[in-house]
């Protein structure tokens, strides 16, 4: 091409060609396109934070935002803490190892680092979150969530031949970091590794563990006094690790909305700068040693927004705090999500941790662990370890993620549901705030009450398949092959850590260990209790010693945990026992009238619909009588019979059919598909007892049916 040609063709506007198109002529063609259905009913979405989500974005959208002209590395960073985010620091893999024992884990650790882990995210069971030794606690509470951690034996095998040179910690110790810090810390220096070596996170979340559990091995008080102590040791000897965690999942795992999760963060946050500066910590020590974990759901474009406010929001809370822009930068871990984990069609998790591994990524995280597609089940196995594993190593090396620094910044629906996330979380924080933080917000029931509501929101949209589970309450396959379920023997555990337990008692001095306990209840440092580890103490013994002369403890109403499939779950659970007991499965007879073009539409809801409760659905291509489809509903034994045609065609077919079937046996349930208003009374005279239709609420209507029948003992 010649150069004055190229100069021309490069001056000249692309697309000048085409007058550009405004919203308003957009939002007319929409209009024309739905064709009567209004634009709001039809195209905008409220969503459970009562954002209202748009269709389409355009720049007025964003243009009086001020973040949007913000950069990476710099304040409020919501773009991201780091000038160049991941490209020369990606995101750490930070898998979970839920193994309940050091041995376990350390064989899974060992078999990850090769292939790609780069961090030890190493869960704690409740035992051991609560200070218990295992055998002082329920069998129940020993491997559940995690890793028993007892004693300092435990802490070497969990460590061995892993190099904590290069290996990240990533540690939620509970309401007390000390004991399990002390274990570890004197592990690792066993094998070499000074504590000025060690980075990561190893800390404490007291606000998360009281809502977890509902109770704390200490008051608040004492629990924030041992975190200032921690952190002070560790500012001095360890100041690669962080030290506080503010951890979300309790709030997501019981339902909560993104916008009550971010509130719930801010104002633990909060809680916990305000008690350490009490203390004597100043907002640039405290700040800089919290780690942030949140759980990231399925709605992509509001996760990615909600990771975004999130940095934006907390470089607002610590500037308030006179903190300097070091202290205001957010360290973030993020594990995709346990809530939308379904037990059944479970190759369809892989799917869903994917596009929440890719939201976090978008959003920024530091460090994310990616679920293993059978973790609704129990414990993962190898194979699920390395397909969660590789979702990291294909995200960062085949579609090159790390490359690209805030992928979604500018994009205007991003940009504008930050700004809303941001705002509607704002909101929620200010009024725990007011209500006294989040201690006193805890104790006066305020978080539980607003995550429950929300969370019958959600189990209400489920339940009438508003809100879709693929493979669950829909599109579910009966005749799958479940999981080989890899799932902990409680007793069994109990008992062989009752030994454990018993064998390091008997190799130490007791005299040694009783005086240095004696002298951890006094000193409460964590030089003493690292001697105490040393002396041989044992977890729970040193987290008695830490709690001795304290005042009483904090109780609060606990935040279950809960999952979205577990209602439908229960359904297809009591549908496969009555199976096994019976030698059938429960079955619904499909009455399907006229030729297929007539009954199709409402026998394949009709199928979704009752598979869904586990039910057998006998289809046919349909019949021309009732005598016939009578005939045929009676011969199947099945003792749910569906009509399925359409509402002009029901006056003539369903009082016949009805009174056809019911003659012979009463006890059968005829169910109507569809709900022709004008005319309910008339078919519940005639003998329907169901009606199933798209406003139904499929969760009720199945579990009614299964105790009618006699499926659910």
């Known amino acids: 091409m010649p150069s004055e040609m190229q100069g021309t063709a490069q001056r000249a506007p692309l697309f000048d060609m085409f007058a550009p198109a405004t919203y308003e002529e957009w939002r007319a063609a929409a209009e024309k396109t739905l064709k009567g259905v209004p634009f709001e009913k039809r195209l905008i979405t409220k ?20 973040h949007t002209g913000s950069l990476p590395g710099f304040a409020p960073f919501v773009r991201d803490t780091r000038v160049l985010g991941p490209v020369l620091e990606r995101w750490q893999v930070a898998q979970e190892l839920p ?38 606690a329920a069998p129940a509470q020993v491997g559940t969530g995690g890793l028993s951690l007892a004693t300092l034996a435990d802490a070497r095998r969990l460590l061995a031949q892993l190099d904590l040179n290069r290996l990240a910690l990533l540690v939620n110790a509970g309401a007390q970091a000390m004991p399990v810090a002390a274990l570890l810390v004197t592990a690792a220096e066993a094998q070499g590794v000074t504590p000025d070596r060690l980075h990561g996170c190893l800390g404490a979340d007291p606000l998360g563990a009281l809502a977890a559990s509902g109770a704390l091995p200490a008051s608040l008080d004492r629990c924030y006094d041992l975190l200032a102590e921690w952190t002070r040791w560790a500012m001095a000897h360890a100041p690669r690790l962080r030290t506080i965690v503010v951890s979300t999942h309790v709030y997501h795992n019981s339902g909560a909305h993104a916008a009550q999760e971010l509130a719930c963060a801010l ?12 203390r004597g910590l100043s907002v ?64 369809n998790n892989m799917l869903r941790a994917t596009g929440e591994a890719m939201a976090a990524v978008m959003g920024g995280a530091q460090s994310i662990h990616i679920s293993h597609f059978d973790e609704a089940w129990g414990l993962p196995d190898e194979f699920s370890r390395r397909i969660a594993r590789n979702l990291h190593v294909i995200l960062q090396e085949e579609c090159n ?37 989040m201690a006193a917000a805890l104790q006066a029931g305020m978080p539980q009450a607003a995550i429950a509501a929300t969370r019958a929101e959600r189990f209400a949209a489920i339940a009438q398949r508003r809100e879709v589970i693929v ?41 040694a260990a009783k005086a240095a306990l004696v002298e951890l209840s006094h000193q409460r440092t964590m030089a003493a209790t690292l001697a105490a580890v040393q002396a041989g103490a ?30 439908f779950e229960a359904l297809r659970a009591t549908a496969d026992a009555y199976t096994t007991r ?32 586990g039910f057998a659905v006998i289809s046919n291509d349909g019949f021309a009588t009732t005598e016939e489809a009578a005939a045929a509903a009676l011969a199947s034994g099945a003792e749910i019979v569906t009509i399925c045609s359409t509402d002009e065609t029901y006056p003539d077919i369903v009082p016949a059919l009805t009174h056809a079937i019911k003659a012979q046996r009463p006890e059968v349930t005829v169910v109507l598909a569809g709900y022709p208003t004008d005319l309910i009374d008339m078919y519940r005279a005639a003998g329907v007892d169901e009606f199933i239709h798209l406003r139904a609420n499929c969760y009720e209507t199945l579990a009614r049916l299964q105790r009618l029948k006699g499926v659910a003992e």
């Not at 499909?590 to 409760?613: E, W, Y």
């Open 99 to 136: 193994y309940p024992t050091a041995d376990e884990a350390n064989q899974a650790a060992q078999a990850d680092v090769p292939r790609g882990l780069t961090t030890l995210n190493l869960p704690l069971d409740q035992a051991t979150q609560h200070g218990l030794d295992p055998d002082a």
């Open 401 to 437: 993620f790390f490359r690209l620094i805030d992928p979604p910044g500018g994009s205007w629906a991003v940009e504008k549901l930050t700004d809303e996330i941001a705002a509607k979380a704002w909101e929620l924080f200010q009024a725990i705030e007011r209500q006294g933080g």
């Open 538 to 567: 044992t977890m729970g013994e040193l987290s008695g010693a830490l709690a001795a002369a304290d005042s009483a403890a904090p109780q609060v109403e606990l935040l279950p945990a809960h999952r979205a499939a577990e209602q």
């Open 267 to 278: 104002a633990t946050g909060v809680a916990y700068l305000r008690a350490l500066q009490e």
């Open 284 to 347: 640039n020590e405290i700040a800089p040693r919290i780690q942030f974990t949140c759980s990231v759901g399925s709605q992509f474009f509001l996760e990615v927004a909600r990771l975004r406010a999130a940095r934006m929001l907390w470089a607002r809370v610590v500037a308030a705090f006179d903190g300097d822009e070091t202290a205001q930068q957010m360290h973030l871990h993020a594990r995709t999500s346990a809530w939308t984990k379904t037990r059944y069609d479970v190759y």
């Open 582 to 613: 019976t030698g059938r499965r429960p079955a619904v007879f499909l009455a399907n009238m006229g030729p297929i073009s007539q009954h199709k539409a409402r026998a394949d809801f009709s199928t979704g619909f009752f598979a869904a409760g």
């Open 47 to 66: 969503t459970y934070e009562q954002i209202l989500l748009q269709p389409i974005y355009n720049a007025a959208d964003i243009a009086e935002l001020p």
């Open 471 to 511: 493979g669950v309450n829909m599109y579910p396959n009966l005749s799958e092959k479940l999981p080989e379920v890899r799932q902990i023997d409680h007793v069994q555990l109990h008992a062989a850590r009752a030994v454990d337990l018993r064998h390091a008692r008997e190799m130490r001095s007791e005299e």
